[in-house]
């Protein structure tokens, strides 16, 4: 069990840029989750993937915003477009397929910053 | 108002306290969480629970269905416990933790 990774830590882009996040999960778990957290607030919640399918997405999540999970293992979250506010740590997390006795583990996420 | 109410919102103490960290929510959850989040962004699921109460080493979690409420104790606290608590529960009906999270409680422990 290696956790879960995000790539890159940290990213720097400019306005109107593309940029794309990457989160590999723990290998055996296939529910993923995307989260977005700005200074001094707890995190919101993106989308979910349970396995490849997108079954929920938070109105958050704008149309500059794409995730996919194309093979139920890895998943990238696009933005498209990017804007000041869009400046904050993506999280990502896995968690099994057991119901709801299973806990969610994150990755250290990757801090986007819109300059 | 937010769903989810962490209070306070910053604590300082001394090393050695007994400390506690309070949520309240205001939706239907399948569960409570309790994690750590240290500077730099990671975050560590601490407890996971839907009633009753756990314990793992100095800290437990107490949570009481009824009135919405849940506790996280720290007992003999020290300074490696200063981080950012935060209190989430799962709304998901289908059993996915879709979190919805406070705002997170920030603890420092000075030695």
């Known amino acids: 069990d290696t956790g879960v990774s995000q790539d890159p830590r940290h990213k720097i882009t400019k306005r109107g840029q593309n940029v794309t996040f990457r989160c590999d999960p723990i290998?055996?778990?296939?529910?993923l989750y995307w989260y977005r957290q700005t200074l001094g607030q707890g995190p919101e919640f993106l989308t979910y993937?349970?396995?490849?399918?997108?079954?929920?997405k938070s109105r958050l999540l704008s149309d500059r915003f794409s995730a996919e999970r194309p093979k139920g293992s890895f998943s990238t979250l696009e933005i498209q477009r990017t804007e000041q506010g869009d400046s904050a740590m993506y999280l990502c997390a896995s968690s099994a397929r057991s119901g709801r006795d299973s806990p969610l583990h994150f990755g250290n996420g990757t801090r986007l910053t819109v300059t | 108002k937010n769903e989810v109410e962490q209070s306070p919102q910053n604590l300082t103490a001394q090393e050695g306290e007994f400390i506690t960290i309070n949520c309240s929510y205001s939706v239907g959850i399948s569960a409570l969480h309790w994690l750590q989040q240290h500077p730099g962004g990671g975050i560590v699921s601490l407890f996971m629970?839907?009633?009753g109460k756990k314990k793992h080493g100095r800290l437990i979690a107490t949570i009481n269905i009824q009135e919405k409420h849940s506790s996280l104790h720290i007992t003999a606290s020290h300074p490696r416990d200063s981080a950012v608590y935060i209190c989430?529960?799962?709304?998901?009906?289908?059993?996915?933790?879709?979190?919805?999270f406070g705002q997170g409680t920030r603890l420092t422990i000075n030695p």
């Open positions: 989430a529960v799962s709304t998901g009906v289908t059993g996915a933790q879709k979190l919805v």
């Open positions: 290998s055996e778990h296939n529910r």
């Open positions: 629970l839907s009633s």
């Open positions: 993937f349970q396995n490849e399918a997108q079954l929920e």
